[in-house]
């Protein structure tokens, strides 16, 4: 028995599955949260059927910043996954809980009542009948997923005994045939298998660096601060509690003389160079690309006790990473970020990442579930309008989420097919047109932004060295400059307020370089990747 639930301030909307058909229900009009826990007892109970309630799935919908943080915050105003399980032990609910984003289903519950006056769709809102037709796109966003994961994994056993079908390699058609099919409703929720994307001479291969972009420019930046004399320090009496990978980078920061992290590794280009040229310096490597992990095993034995390579996202890393090195306060010299994808990955087709790929996956980290062939055969309309109005900054992100969703009803949408649709929007820029619509995808499969921002918050903490930022993009950089200009700012005092009274002495340290730098014209001619790359660099005191 499912049943969708959309949680407001002051109504729940309520919706339930009888025979594959998604129907609304009376909503609750809250009152207090003890009043409306007994009403959704009710209607529990009432439909239970002499069955017990542990039979029950209850798919709730919630603000994609309730899905991101437990508790509620400045971040995140709505209610949160804690709240509705506080208010689910008042009935001592003991079935199901599945949590999903709720993303625009009451925009789209309103365009389901644009049939009616404006006088009915405000009555609608008063009587809560717009949060019970979100409950039921909640719940049939579910299905629709659920359905999907059901087709995959049918599709795998029908292709586990064929090595080749139509000449084409069948792990490539599995990842590639997640459609939807509402006729039948597969209600087991199983776990989906990703399909290992890498051959076994993708894994034995020898891996070439490759140079990266603004080489020099990040060497000279740090050696601002690299080149002056290492302070001593007395570190007595330590009582640390860390995990065992912790542990480890604690003791690497303790027996080094000074360090950097390099918050994304990739196939250590940049981290070479920089251990080449200062003989005292040892280095932090964080990746989430297991393939990047075994790349730079080499560069490790090149370097002993040089390189600590950690493997995970920067932004859940470098918290951690930081708290140990506050430890030895003039050890870390710096934090270099490099947000672009690396050569490698751009030209290996299994990646997904470049045109020629047919297999869309995009993902970084190789062992997450969502990649972009999902994206586009499971997101609805609304939230391809999003990804490619927000992260592609596309004009025509309408015309593109609805041909993608009439394209998918056809089959399953290969990188040659997504290129045709973009063609079909247009074909007068000088990049080809794809571009933004790969950016996009790349960006919402792996969270770069929220990833950044993340980062940037943790950033400001540190203080006596200096950060560097490589940047591809507009968005990236939009967020890097804005964070720089507010550690620099002196006076945080509010616009509004006609005298300084913040003591007009906040300022974290100085930005090294007033405009972003740019790739030469010489180093354009042996990498054109660089053509989108910009610097910037912060120094905190």
């Not at 993708?202 to 140079?211: C, Y």
């Not at 009496?237 to 003791?251: A, G, P, S």
Request: proline share 2%.
């Amino acid at each position: 028995m499912i049943f969708g639930l959309d949680f407001g301030l002051k109504r729940i909307g309520v919706a339930r599955l009888v025979n594959g058909i998604v129907i609304p229900i009376s909503p609750i009009i809250r009152k207090n949260r003890h009043q409306a826990s007994k009403e959704l007892d009710k209607i529990l109970n009432k439909c239970l059927e002499n069955k017990n309630k542990q039979d029950i799935l209850l798919v709730i919908g919630l603000p994609k910043a309730s899905l991101d943080y437990e508790t509620k915050s400045s971040n995140n105003p709505h209610i949160t996954k804690e709240q509705i399980l506080h208010f689910l032990g008042l009935i001592d609910f003991n079935g199901k809980v599945e949590f999903i984003d709720e993303s625009n289903s009451s925009q789209e519950a309103l365009e389901r009542l644009k049939h009616k006056s404006y006088k009915s769709r405000q009555m609608a809102r008063k009587n809560g009948e717009i949060d019970s037709i979100s409950a039921c796109i909640i719940l049939e966003r579910y299905m629709e997923r659920l359905s999907n994961i059901a087709n995959i994994s049918k599709t795998a056993n029908i292709l586990k005994s064929d090595e080749t079908i139509n000449g084409k390699d069948s792990k490539n058609l599995i990842e590639s045939s997640h459609l939807p099919n509402k006729n039948k409703l597969n209600l087991i929720k199983s776990k989906s298998s990703q399909t290992n994307i890498n051959s076994s001479k993708d894994l034995n291969r020898d891996f070439k660096i490759h140079i990266p972009v603004l080489l020099q420019e990040v060497v000279s930046t740090f050696d601002k601060i690299l080149s002056t004399t290492e302070s001593k320090e007395k570190i007595d009496n330590l009582n640390i509690k860390h995990n065992n990978q912790d542990i480890q980078i604690h003791n690497f920061i303790r027996e080094c003389k000074q360090c950097i992290i390099d918050c994304t590794l990739g196939f250590g280009g940049m981290s070479k160079t920089l251990l080449e040229n200062y003989d005292n310096l040892s280095i932090i490597g964080i990746d989430r690309d297991t393939e990047a992990i075994k790349a730079n095993k080499t560069l490790n034995k090149n370097f002993p006790n040089r390189l600590h390579i950690h493997w995970g996202d920067f932004a859940s890393a470098l918290p951690q990473i930081l708290q140990i090195c506050e430890c030895y306060p003039c050890k870390l010299k710096g934090v270099l970020v490099d947000m672009g994808v690396s050569s490698y990955q751009l030209d290996c087709t299994s990646r997904g990442f470049n045109f020629k790929a047919q297999n869309l996956d995009m993902r970084m980290d190789s062992t997450q579930k969502l990649h972009a062939t999902q994206i586009l055969h499971s997101y609805n309309n609304y939230e391809l309008q999003r990804i490619f109005r927000d992260y592609g900054e596309i004009p025509y992100y309408k015309k593109l989420a609805r041909l993608i969703i009439e394209e998918r009803q056809k089959g399953a949408i290969t990188g040659e097919i997504l290129q045709n649709i973009a063609l079909k929007i247009s074909n007068k820029k000088k990049i080809h047109p794809a571009t933004l619509i790969y950016q996009a995808l790349r960006i919402e499969v792996n969270d770069e932004l929220g990833q950044l921002a993340r980062l940037l918050e943790s950033c400001s903490k540190i203080h006596n060295a200096i950060v560097c930022f490589i940047s591809f993009h507009s968005l990236e950089d939009k967020m890097i400059k804005e964070s720089m200009r507010k550690w620099a700012k002196s006076c945080i005092c509010e616009d509004n307020k006609m005298k300084c009274e913040c003591g007009n002495n906040n300022s974290k340290g100085k930005i090294i370089y007033k405009k972003p730098i740019t790739a030469t014209n010489e180093e354009l001619r042996h990498n054109p990747r660089a053509r989108s790359a910009k610097l910037r660099a912060f120094h905190f005191l």
